[in-house]
């Protein structure tokens, strides 16, 4: 019994961080409607400028003035950071905010181990909490109990902040309505200002917070930005009340699912957002959102067919394509293939994104998956590779279906926190669950059968296989399937209103952009001859965002550009240099803030001018009008 | 005729938000070819007693019945598939796709062909979808992307929208709000000869008087939730009730004096 007491206390220890953060991130989210997801990142800095003042500053006062100061020079980070970053992207949709403020997140992490090193870190024991109380022959820390007093007193003076102060009132008005709060004189940069340093601030304090119980180390944003996206889908985004009993929830079921799951505890959290989910999808203590304020799109460009020529082009390129091998070798031959499994995975993200509208945050796990599908395949039922190939993406097909049945249930940036944090689940399962899926140690030995081993060969199959997926995914945007997904796309009202099944329809795109990135997983497990968790982690799904994006994600085909200029240079980028991170954060913001169209998407932009200057006068531009009902 | 079902029969449609009774116990029918108006000033429950008729919003108690068949808590695509089209108070569209792709994504629908992966969706009812722009007097914009046409011309792609499922029953919510005088007059033209031409009943809400006085058979008065008066457009201008609930508001004569002045 004193053992479950205990495992119940330090569930709401850990809690307390994690309200800490989550609280930030919806404070954020109410104000300036970005999901910010270089949250983590300013959590993980707090811990680290922390420990270098803790272990600097001595005595009692050292300590907690370290962890304070700490807190307070993050949120002056976070201060020019919302000052030069987010001022230029506010009106910008808000997959760019996400990927800008992800781009962020990779910078840090680079900037993180050039400045602390790559080690993990421990720290100082809080003074006055060092010891631990014994409990029926139990030991409790005395700073967990400290803890769990923190986290009731953080939520009263949050309470007060917003309830008693002016600033709080002006803070609740513009989460209702930050257009009528500006209208009525009220200066909004400050504003945004002063909320994303508070949010920043709190991140901060649960990072520095956490010294004495954790190690520090580089990955930790990551960790916790999951368990936060988790923690406001539950209890609702916007709801600092919710933020708190869902920290507590989610805190508590990690606690006691090791006891009931030892492997893969995270499923019994992953089970209650899923219950959550169906009953009220918008969290526990959330509000029902007006339903999508734009398109991912930015302008209104319609889409159509190829033209023969056009078609005639594409062909050829393929044809050029296909000679390489007379003229490459090994080396670029497997870059070769490699770029060409981008390709799928990049397209199959694209006909969700562009022509679904759905902004997935964790498509790798489906590509992660139709690897695994291959590695269990192969080497436990010994199949022959033609049969994988063909088998091996159905369980990205299946994590799809399951997956992608919850996440169409939202929309938005619910959908993009959902989709990551399935994916981070997918992920902590092939990394816990070590006899099936072999762990950190991946899954190694799978090699293509004789017909497609030599470079060449692999080339041309992958080539084969990419040309393929793009021509069926592009007829698929141009059927009647993809004009309703479209339809969907742009007023779900409308199509509800027109017979057409909105979820249905998204959950099909869903499952077919997972099983079309499960087949390029399943090319890469034989490339690489090996499959590892990271075949299904969060960069991974970073990347293939980074290849739409930068193709362009109004294009219908933006994506096959985007993957092979985003994979080309990433493989060069790696063997140049360390900070590889550093760069493609740096490369990512600097796609959002001032290359939003993308590649393919500019080109056409220029195109489209100089078409449209030949007939003068030729239409007034009236405003396009969405509902908003 | 006295035997079948009328087109839509209402019966004892309730609502209320909290405490607020936003519709109480609503009965009306409505016949094929029926031109009928819904009025009443702001807040009389309108709108919210238009969203029961097709699924958008749930009642608490009453029926909704199509040629006797019980619709009340349908989904609105299901209310769809039984032939009823709905225009939108604010327009609902598909901003990023052509006038034309917006009627055949209808017409798809209407042809249950929306799994249909790997057919030709411009080439989809082609025809058909020119049919019903040139209908509406959009032919010319079949190319056009929805998202640049001006605000009158998105209510007639509405218009041709809602009838490409070949509806028995139109619902329009205030059709020819935020359009020019002019029109609003073409645009009530054109829905009453369709419905005449095709025998389809025509439900409206609308706050422009000339507008309901001019095209409706009959007219619907709603006041705080309650229908308060019912029938053919002289008999409910006379009505003193009427005349009470509007002058209160002051609105028929600021209508009349001004004479779409006001728009």
Redesign the interface.
């Known amino acids: 019994m004193a053992f479950y007491v205990v495992q119940f206390l330090t569930g709401l220890a850990s809690a307390a961080s994690l309200f800490l953060v989550a609280s930030g991130l919806s404070i954020i989210f109410g104000v300036t409607r970005i999901v910010n997801f270089a949250h983590g990142a300013f959590y993980m800095i707090g811990a680290y400028i922390a420990f270098t003042l803790t272990e600097r500053l001595s005595g009692a006062f050292g300590f907690w003035g370290g962890i304070v100061l700490a807190a307070f020079a993050v949120a002056l980070i976070g201060v020019i950071v919302e000052m030069v970053l987010l001022r230029r992207i506010y009106h910008a949709p808000e997959l760019f905010q996400l990927l800008a403020t992800f781009g962020l997140t990779l910078m840090v992490e680079d900037l993180v181990v050039l400045i602390w090193g790559p080690d993990d870190l421990v720290g100082r024991r809080a003074p006055g909490f060092r010891g631990a109380i014994d409990f029926f022959g139990q030991n409790i820390p005395s700073y967990d109990l400290f803890l769990i007093v923190l986290g009731p007193v953080v939520l009263g003076i949050l309470w007060l902040l917003f309830q008693r102060t002016r600033w709080g009132v002006l803070v609740r008005a513009a989460t209702q309505d930050r257009d009528m709060v500006a209208a009525l004189g009220v200066n909004q940069k400050w504003l945004f200002t002063s909320v994303f340093a508070v949010g920043v601030f709190l991140a901060a304090l649960g990072g520095a917070l956490q010294i004495p119980r954790d190690a520090v180390h580089h990955a930790m944003d990551l960790r916790i930005i999951v368990e936060v996206f988790v923690v406001v889908v539950i209890g609702g985004l916007g709801s600092i009340v919710g933020a708190f009993v869902a920290a507590v929830l989610v805190s508590e079921l990690n606690a006691f699912g090791i006891l009931i799951f030892p492997k893969i505890s995270i499923i019994l959290v992953f089970l209650v957002m899923a219950v959550v989910l169906i009953v009220r999808p918008w969290g526990l203590f959330g509000k029902p959102e007006a339903a999508a304020r734009k ?1 991912p ?1 930015l302008t ?6 190829l033209t023969s020529n056009e078609r005639l082009m594409a062909l050829a390129a393929l044809i050029v394509a296909a000679m390489l091998p007379l003229f490459a070798g090994n080396y670029l031959l497997t870059v070769g293939s490699e770029i060409a499994i981008f390709v799928i995975f990049a397209v199959s993200l694209h006909f969700l994104m562009s022509v679904g509208g759905l902004a997935s945050f964790g498509h790798a796990a489906y590509f992660g998956l139709g690897a695994y599908g291959i590695a269990f395949l192969a080497k436990m039922a010994g199949l022959p590779m033609i049969v994988c190939l063909l088998l091996g993406p159905l369980l990205g097909c299946m994590g799809a279906a399951v997956f992608g049945f919850f996440a169409v249930q939202l929309s938005g940036v619910y959908f993009a926190m959902l989709t990551l944090a399935f994916a981070q689940i997918v992920w902590s399962i092939a990394f816990q669950w070590v006899d099936v899926t072999g762990g950190d140690n991946g899954i190694l030995g799978l090699w293509p059968s004789s017909w497609a081993a030599s470079p060449s060969r692999f080339y041309w199959l992958s080539l084969g296989v990419a040309a393929l997926v793009t021509v069926a995914l592009r ?2 945007v ?7 997904l ?2 969907t ?3 779900v ?9 909105a979820k249905r ?1 998204q959950w ?1 795109a869903f499952v ?1 952009a997972g099983t079309t990135a499960g087949i390029g997983g399943a090319l890469f497990a034989y490339l690489k001859g090996s499959v590892f968790p990271d075949n299904l982690g969060i960069s991974l799904s970073v990347d293939a965002l980074v290849m739409v994006l930068l193709g362009g994600v109004e294009t219908v085909s933006g994506a096959v550009i985007g993957a092979i200029i985003y994979k080309a240079l990433n493989i060069w980028l790696v063997s140049q240099t360390d900070l590889s991170k550093l760069v493609l954060g740096g490369f990512i913001m600097l796609i959002v803030v001032v290359f939003p169209k993308g590649i393919v998407g500019t080109l056409e932009m220029l195109a489209q001018r100089r078409k449209k200057a030949s007939p003068p006068g030729s ?4 405003k ?6 | 005729m006295s035997v079948a079902p009328p087109l839509l029969a209402v019966e004892g449609l309730t609502k209320s938000y909290g405490g607020i009774h936003a519709v109480r116990g609503v009965s009306f029918s409505l016949r094929a070819g029926e031109i009928l108006a819904l009025i009443g000033p702001n807040g009389a429950g309108k709108s919210t007693c238009f969203d029961m008729l097709n699924g958008q919003n749930m009642p608490d108690s009453g029926h909704v019945r199509l040629l006797g068949e019980e619709i009340t808590g349908r989904k609105p695509r299901e209310v769809w598939r039984l032939g009823v089209g709905r225009t939108f108070q604010i327009t609902a569209t598909f901003a990023t796709m052509t006038v034309r792709e917006n009627v055949q994504v209808a017409l798809i629908s209407h042809g249950k062909q929306l799994f249909n992966l790997f057919g030709s969706a411009p080439k989809f009812d082609r025809d058909e979808a020119g049919r019903l722009l040139e209908l509406v007097g959009m032919g010319g914009y079949a190319d056009r992307p929805c998202g640049e046409l001006a605000y009158g011309d998105l209510k007639r792609l509405e218009l041709a929208v809602a009838l490409a499922n070949q509806p028995k029953l139109l619902l329009m919510d205030e059709p020819t709000a935020g359009m020019a005088p002019r029109e609003r007059v073409e645009l009530m033209r054109l829905t009453a000869r369709i419905a005449r031409e095709k025998s389809i009943g025509v439900l409206f809400t609308e706050h422009d008087m000339d507008v309901v006085f001019e095209h409706a058979d009959r007219i619907l008065v709603l006041n705080r939730g309650t229908l308060i008066a019912e029938g053919s457009p002289a008999e409910v201008r006379g009505n003193p009730q009427v005349q009470a609930v509007y002058l209160g508001e002051g609105l028929v004569y600021d209508a009349r004096h001004r004479e779409g002045a006001s728009t």
């Open positions: 398109t799109g209104v460009n319609p889409w159509r067919p007829t698929m141009f059927s009647p399937f993809g004009y309703a479209r339809a796309r742009d007023s009202l409308r199509s509800e209103a027109i017979g057409i099944d329809i099909t077919i239409t007034l531009l009236a396009p009008i969405e509902s908003a009902e």
